[in-house]
């Protein structure tokens, strides 16, 4: 919905209004999780790193190549591409 902000409001009341009433929401489970448990789960287990057709299988569809698995929410992991790490962050603030 909308909110409409009157000027005659102290800022102090809206801000505090705010502050009580909102929270961030919480990322929906994605593919980029998967692997990230997964990863991690081989890590400590096994004391090795993920081959790349383990990624594979759960990256994409036919477990090969292709077509990519998506899922609504597949952010706030951190992936790596090259030489660099990056971190996809998409979030709401939404009102209690």
């Known amino acids: ?5 009157y000027r005659a409001m ?3 009341i809206v801000s ?6 909102t929270k961030f929401d919480v ?8 692997i990230a448990f997964a990863k991690s789960e081989i890590y400590l287990n096994e ?3 993920m081959t790349d057709s383990e990624i594979s299988a759960i990256l994409y569809v036919n477990g090969i190549s ?5 899922k ?7 992936y790596q591409e090259a030489d ?3 971190i996809a962050l998409n979030f709401q603030i939404r009102f209690k």
């Open 16 to 21: 505090n209004y705010l502050f009580c009433n």
């Open 84 to 86: 660099k790490f990056y």
């Open 10 to 12: 102290s800022d102090d």
């Open 27 to 34: 990322p929906d489970r994605g593919v980029m999780k998967d």
């Open 66 to 70: 292709g077509s990519k698995r998506k």
């Open 1 to 5: 919905g909308e909110m409409l902000y």
């Open 47 to 49: 004391h090795r790193e």
């Open 72 to 78: 609504k929410g597949d952010f706030g992991y951190i």
